[in-house]
């Protein structure tokens, strides 16, 4: 399970660089309000990317997602989005 918390910490740095025009941010206490009241997603996987900053998956009951980046300033940046998330459980035997 471990290897796939690096992949997604990974994918999500690769994300983080992409245009400012082509992500949404505000503070970070704003963007996770709208999360929770409009999607009802919540954080279910945090780490730091190894450029500094916080990256988070945000996840809601009907399979909704969201990754977020915020800098060391508290500006959070909606980096990618998307729908049929689940969490995934290890399963004895798989490297994951």
Not at 27 to 48: Q, S, T
Not at 60 to 79: E, H, K, Q, R, Y
Request: charged letters at 15%; glycine letters at 12%; aromatic letters at 6%.
């Amino acid at each position: 399970m471990r290897h796939v918390a690096y992949l997604v910490i990974g994918i999500a740095a690769i994300l983080a660089g992409l245009p400012a025009f082509a992500q949404a941010c505000a503070p970070r206490d704003a963007v996770v309000a709208r999360l929770a009241e409009v999607y009802d997603e919540v954080a279910r996987l945090r780490g730091l990317t190894l450029g500094g900053e916080m990256m988070e998956i945000y996840l809601a009951p009907s399979g909704t997602w969201t990754v977020v980046v915020t800098n060391p300033g508290g500006i959070a940046c909606v980096v990618a989005a998307g729908e049929g998330g689940e969490v995934i459980e290890a399963v004895e035997g798989d490297p994951a």
